[in-house]
Nanobody, 112 residues
Framework: EVQLVESGGGLVQPGGSLRLSCTAS?????MSWVRQAPGKGLEWVSE????????YYADSVKGRFTISRDNANNTLYLQMNSLKTEDTAVYYC????????RGQGTQVTVSS
């Protein structure tokens, strides 16, 4: 079973940036980031293919977030810019869009 460990979360002011990382014991072809805001269900954020050439984003983060991967080091990234208070959530890397297999998550809090 693939082990996933996220890091890089924290407290940031609106308009700020964070870079999340996910270290995996192995990658599936498609890898995703999903998030869960307080009191809400899991929300798909972004996904990337095995070669890093195709990536897709939820409308809520398009133009602000960038997903990437380093296959040599089994690491998935999420660069988050222009953060908004509504981006506050626990962020997980996952092997599919619905987050059926994900790590323990990293907390991102956007607040002034």
């Amino acid at each position: 079973e693939v082990q996933l460990v996220e890091s890089g979360g924290g407290l940031v002011q609106p308009g700020g940036s964070l870079r999340l990382s996910c270290t995996a014991s192995g990658f599936t072809y498609w890898m995703s980031w999903v998030r869960q805001a307080p009191g809400k269900g899991l929300e798909w954020v972004s996904e990337i293919d095995g070669g890093g050439r195709r990536s897709y984003y939820a409308d809520s983060v398009k133009g602000r977030f960038t997903i990437s991967r380093d296959n040599a080091n089994n690491t998935l990234y999420l660069q988050m810019n222009s953060l908004k208070t509504e981006d506050t959530a626990v962020y997980y890397c996952a092997t599919d869009r619905v987050g059926s297999h994900r790590g323990q998550g990293t907390q991102v809090t956007v607040s002034s």
